[in-house]
Nanobody, 120 residues
Framework: QVQLVESGGGLVQAGGSLRLSCVAS????????MGWYRQAPGKKRELVAT???????NYADSVKGRFTITRDNAKNTLYLQMNSLKPEDTAVYYC??????????????WGQGTQVTVSS
């Protein structure tokens, strides 16, 4: 089992910045991809950014150039630096970890989510 705990959400004005953190604990070995997803009211959960254990990153077009995902493997911690925030970034942000449970099979784990609200 893997436990994920997010922190760092809050209320910020448009143009401001926030930094989200996600600490992984438990059986954290063989975690490959970690990522951030978000879900706004009435909308589906969507990918924000992912990062592999080797540091390769992927971003949603809507956040490219504004958000940066990083990972500290020694501390089992995932970060999301969010700059130039917009009201449309308002959502609950979820941390995700994909654990390799056997060859070719990955199991997803999710955090409880942290609210980010951007006022105009």
């Amino acid at each position: 089992q893997v436990q994920l705990v997010e922190s760092g959400g809050g209320l910020v004005q448009a143009g401001g910045s926030l930094r989200l953190s996600c600490v992984a604990s438990g059986s954290t070995s063989s975690i490959n991809v970690m990522g951030w997803y978000r879900q706004a009211p009435g909308k589906k959960r969507e990918l924000v950014a992912t990062i592999t254990s080797g540091g390769s990153t992927n971003y949603a077009d809507s956040v490219k150039g504004r958000f940066t995902i990083t990972r500290d493997n020694a501390k089992n911690t995932l970060y999301l630096q969010m700059n130039s925030l917009k009201p449309e970034d308002t959502a609950v942000y979820y941390c995700n970890a994909e654990k390799n449970i056997r060859v070719g099979v990955f199991w997803p784990y999710w955090g409880q989510g942290t609210q980010v609200t951007v006022s105009s």
